[in-house]
């Protein structure tokens, strides 16, 4: 089980630390987010992709660690009107008891290399048959600019 002091410091600032708007790529493939379909954001942080993708008619779950990210999430959620199921849990741990069309993982690369196979794991179970996996993260390059997550190689 991770530490939840060091997410806990990153977000508990007001301001939403990525913005209030959605990720670049699922903006780019809006037509995979069907109404009436159900998805699940994977390390949601405040919000802004599992709003987004309520926007779009889609019944959204979201985990997240961090109980001030996840209260931003909820008054973003508010703001935009629509509802989203936030669930704090520590997904190195989760059981992923849940299916849904679409799991979504955008920027997630604050799992190491010993855990990343648990998480991608867990993520290949909650999703139905023919539903779709969406990854969305950094190259290695970006390190060299030090922003993003953490330094795993």
Sequence with gaps: ?????????????????????????????????????????????????????????????????????????????????????????DVLAHDWPDTYDIVVGIFIQFVGPDDRRRLFDGMKRSVKQGGLIMLHGYTPRQLEYGTGGLPFA
């Excluded at 002091?5 to 903006?27: C, H, I, N």
């Excluded at 949601?44 to 992709?49: A, I, K, L, P, T």
């Excluded at 959204?60 to 704090?88: C, H, N």
């Design 1 to 89: 089980m991770q530490d939840c002091s060091m997410w806990e410091e990153r977000f508990k600032t007001p301001d939403y630390v990525f913005g209030t708007e959605p990720a670049q790529s699922l903006r780019d493939h809006q037509s995979c987010l069907s109404q009436g379909k159900t998805a699940l954001s994977v390390a949601d942080v405040e919000g802004r992709n599992s709003v987004f993708m309520a926007q779009c008619g889609m019944d959204v779950t979201a985990l997240e660690f961090a109980p001030s990210a996840i209260a931003k999430a909820r008054k973003l959620a508010s703001s935009r009107g629509v509802t989203v199921d936030f669930r704090q849990t």
